[in-house]
């Protein structure tokens, strides 16, 4: 007897095989057949005529560490068959609390409540746990907090004594269930780390067989040099390597030199791959603008130094990931309800308008929102479609979202993360369905078995007997995306059933109440 029977659909089981007209059993949270199940019995029958039905998407790249605890429905991921996501990324995360309060410099989505009240990544995974996420979860270590927690603000490379202390925190947090590590190397939490320093952190990862994910030193001008760091840092110590977000923001070149670099690399049996994300810009806090120095203290200090003119010129000779193209024009405000005027145009227009440089459009925006330096954001106007395909055209390019989960009613209602609602329905709509860069089975295979074989983990990102039944159907010619850059938070329209260990969580397009997701901690 089986508790769910999927008849009638195109299996495509993510290994990268061509679909197959097949039925799925299901008994409890794994799957138990796939094959023809004519005259089997099943406490619930889906008929799948007309859908595909593949593994639940695998978000390698997510940023929802902390909105899973404001909302685990996670209602913009179930909504595009999203069953798993990879927190801890960039070096943003909540998996290493030194001080609560400077934490919230490395954190993305971050709330009052629910309070910071963990200070391992042991802990931090229980309160994920008590949260009852909708999707499956699993974190990596990141290094800004790992920063945060012993060298502070400082942008300095780390002391003997620090490294000492970050490597133990390390290891505390892989042992205690972290998958990895990450760093987020062009943030002012982290550009003062040292080559070296974050070498000796991934020796204790390889120590683990852990995956080193890393936001690169630079991504623009010097994108391929910070390839080259992440490479020589992996191989040197043995890490397996996973490049976040590949594709340089300067251009062809430098993206055909970079994947060029990591195939040499694959070709030494380096074990390294890469990600991308499926926006045709970046985002990030508007506060990525300030130096770590400039953050330091509080509200009040910064509100000091926000006010402060020489101060100010002091701040603008930070090189920010914001500043890094050296073009306002490509820099916009993202919606912002002090300045409703001023949003949705690029700093160059509105500085423009107000007489001013664009550097105290900015600070000006912060000062009035010092109270809430996480809420201003800004889009960097990055990469052309061309350039995002021939990215994805690689075969060991996995596929994430770079944003955090979302959900257009409770706590999250206001909240906006590009990408949330739109990275798969958008990279299958485009890529399979419209410009047939990639077959079904291939793309699939990115967002599932890619991903998967990346972690180490055998039994998701598979439609196989014995593995968990995270299971997604939707209709091929439908499903896409319907946000929008400044309208994003919109349903993706296509996706019919979402099974999250079993348990449904999208039954004929609609949202259930229930929430099958696991916290997945890692045995090393």
């Known amino acids: 007897m089986l508790d769910v029977l999927i008849t009638g659909g195109t299996v495509i089981d993510g290994s990268g095989s061509p679909g197959r007209a097949m039925d799925v059993g299901i008994v409890d949270d794994r799957i138990a057949a796939v094959e023809p199940l004519a005259g089997a019995e099943a406490a619930r029958v889906i008929a799948a005529t007309g859908l595909v039905v593949t593994p639940g998407f695998i978000d390698i790249h997510s940023h929802s560490d902390f909105t899973l605890l404001v909302d685990p429905r996670a209602v913009s991921s179930i909504t595009q068959g999203v069953t798993l996501e990879v927190v801890g990324n960039c070096g943003y995360g909540c998996s290493v609390i030194g001080n609560p309060l400077l934490a919230r410099e490395a954190i993305y989505g971050f709330r009052s409540v629910p ?24 974190t990596l270590v990141p290094n800004g907090q790992l920063r945060l927690a012993t060298v502070g603000l400082e942008q300095r490379p780390a002391t003997a004594d620090e ?3 970050m490597k133990w925190l390390l290891e505390e947090a892989l042992d205690q269930g972290a998958w990895g590590y990450s760093t987020g190397l062009e943030y002012a939490t982290e550009v003062g780390a040292s080559e070296d320093e974050v070498g000796d952190l991934c ?13 690169t030193r630079n991504r623009d001008e010097g994108a391929v040099a910070a390839v080259e760091e992440a490479i020589r840092t992996a191989e040197q110590r043995g890490v397996r390597l996973q490049i976040s977000h590949l594709t340089p923001r300067s251009g062809a070149a430098p993206t055909e030199r970079a994947i060029d670099l990591v195939d040499a690399a694959r070709s030494r049996s380096v074990d390294v791959a890469f990600d991308m994300h499926t926006r045709l810009f970046g985002t990030t806090h508007l ?10 203290g509080g509200v009040a200090a910064v509100r000091r130094r926000l006010e402060d003119s020489a101060a100010r010129d002091r701040m603008k000779s930070f090189r920010s990931v914001i500043t890094a193209l050296g073009d306002w024009g490509r820099v916009v405000l993202l919606d912002h309800p002090v300045f409703p005027r001023l949003s949705r145009r690029s700093f160059a227009d509105i500085a423009l308008e107000l007489g001013q440089d664009p550097f105290d459009c900015a600070y000006n925006i912060l000062l009035a929102d010092v109270e809430q330096l996480q809420r201003p954001m800004v889009i960097i106007h990055s990469y052309t479609e061309e350039l995002l395909a021939l990215t994805y055209r690689h075969p060991w390019c996995a596929i994430g979202s770079d944003a955090t989960a979302l959900a257009p009613d409770g706590p999250l209602a206001d909240a906006i993360f590009h990408g949330a609602y739109t990275w798969a329905s958008w990279f299958y709509r485009r890529m399979v369905r419209e410009t047939g860069l990639l077959r079904p089975e291939e793309a699939i295979r990115r967002m599932t078995g890619l991903p998967a074989s990346r972690l180490g983990l055998s039994d998701r990102g598979v439609l196989r ?14 499903f896409g995306e319907t946000g929008t850059t400044f309208e994003p938070n919109q349903f993706a329209r296509g996706m019919a059933h979402v ?26």
Do not use: C
């Not at 390889?206 to 936001?215: E, P």
């Not at 506060?287 to 330091?296: C, G, I, M, N, Y």
């Open 115 to 138: 309070p910071i009240t963990w200070r391992d990544a042991g802990g931090y995974l229980e309160a994920l746990h008590r949260a009852r996420p909708a999707i499956n979860v699993l």
């Open 163 to 165: 490294r000492a202390r």
């Open 465 to 478: 007997p014995g593995a968990h039944a995270d299971v997604s159907m939707f209709d091929p010619d439908a």
């Open 499 to 524: 099974l999250v260990n079993g348990v449904a969580a999208l039954t004929d397009g609609r949202l259930t109440a229930a929430r099958g997701g696991a916290v997945l901690r890692r045995r090393s």
């Open 203 to 215: 020796r204790v990862v390889a120590a683990h067989d852990g995956l080193y994910s890393t936001h």
């Open 287 to 296: 506060k990525a603008l300030l130096p770590p120095w400039a953050l330091d």
